[in-house]
């Protein structure tokens, strides 16, 4: 197939001489007459750079289905590389996913402005339906699950991949006799450190003799990192089900309760394994500022809380990372609104109460100061059920005994050719 | 460095049918496979620039985009509405063969933010459609055997719901 290349005007010299003199003629003449032809020619079929552009701009949902189109479709859409740059490049918005507990199944809510859906699917538990769980966070297209009292589950519903982290996993250095289950164990952050390619968990822990213990599991090795000189004080923060908000390499929570705006967010870097404190605005007024948590609108962090002295929610939008100058507010009028995501035209979109007290998702045009809600979609109550909000992405999960696995396999391939014996695991 | 005279200047594209179009040079800028046909030029290029690949209709197509843009950017404020009203009815007056045609011309010819539009737009269309659908829209022939077929989308079976029946 003559396939049509991109033209690259610094890569393309050669090419270009053929604009002038007797060959254009030629040329012309040949794509005339292979235009006449009613079958498939160059002209017809776009060439895979092209494809491979397109695709970037498909919702990630969707490219798991058109994996079937093609067998080279496949393969493309399955590229891990293909996921990586999909995820950070597509824009977030389209890719972002509402899951909640619904109440048995996990409920997936689209909130795109033209695209409002909703559909349910079973989490990944041997036994159905499961008895209780609990949705803790999310990073990078990955789902964190509480399935009570036993373990955790890693999942992304696109890929079907699921990972079990029992309990026993999370008492490493610290032996409990006859007690199996840390009741007092309790999940703090989710994050991805990019150096390694690696997911971390931080867990704190109350050792009997009430001491706090902070410790990081590396979910690709499934090794223990002990943390405790890191951080004077692990139950600074203690929102019970949330893992933090995954930005920048860093894991971000809002301290509880929120007593002062210096220092009152807490960041756990993952690649370099260190905390540090930021702190929100000054403005903020401690005494009316009720049920405050963390988001991310726009990959920018939001901090939002319900004021209770105008009755509105007040969100906090640091334009620039790290930069204390760029918080921007803005005041949604509803008292008890939780921010989501960010539209793709900037509209602020999350869950609220109308003021029938029914619960359901708004979205709050900036320009117009006003919320609309949508109509379609009906929203679980009580508000305190949990939920994540995420990007969806078909990013595989890394193992080093799969890596190991590759690597023998790519081993085995070599020694065939040279007509070694092949290595078992 | 020369300001007046550069917009003035008319390059002559000529397309596959022998048709030719007089196009300033501000706009053949951002046709960027032409623009470095000229910049590669030792001498002013004062013949027709011939476009093997491009048809007049497809060209005609994208200089009236260009020429729109370009009228929307160096106008008034209100300009982004009437943009975005200019490109939804570009983008739905052109069926989906004069769409492929036209990400092809606008590839051959390097137009960076048409083409942008484009893909956006064919990803906007396949989106919720059915595999059938984009396999037709591209051409592709399915190289799949039933029961291999059957599998993958088994597999992936919550993903076929909600989607558009062709």
Redesign the interface.
Known sequence: MNC?K?????M??KK?R???GKK??E??TM??KKKNHKS?NI?????LE??H???L???I??L???????????SLISDPDFAEFHFHHSPASTNACFLIKYPTKAQFVYLDDNDA?Q?E?CPPFKKKPPSDFAVLGSCRGFILLYRHPHFLVVWNP?T?FSKRISYSHLSPSHKYRGIKLPYCARLLGFGYDASQDDYLLLVTWCHCDRQYHLDCLSLRTNSWINLNAALSNPFLVLDSYSCGVFLNGAIHWLSFPLTAYKDAILIFDTKERTFSMMSAPEQLVMSLCLFSGLALLGGCLALYYHNHGSCNTDIWVMKEYKVHSSWNLYQIPCKDFQPLLLSSNGDIIGRGCTSYDKVGYFIYNVREDLLYRFRNLCCPSPMSETATVYTESLLPFPSDVEDKKKEIGHQNQNDVKQGKRIRRE | MSGISDTERMITLKTVEGTLFDVKSSIAKDLKTVQAFIDDSDDDVTSPIPLPNVFTRELSRILDYLNNHHRFRSGIEKADEEMARYDAEFAKSMSHEELKALILAANYLNVKDLLEFLNQTVADVIQNKSVEFVRNFFGIENDYTPEEEEKLRNENEWAFNGVEQD
Do not use: F, Q, Y
């Open positions: 049509e991109l033209s690259n005007p610094s393309d010299k270009k053929k604009h002038t254009a003629k040329e012309c794509e005339k498939k002209l017809e079929i776009l060439p092209l494809i552009r397109i695709l701009r498909v919702p949902r969707h798991a289905r058109l994996r079937c189109v093609s067998k080279l479709w496949c859906s559909k699917m696109l079907g």
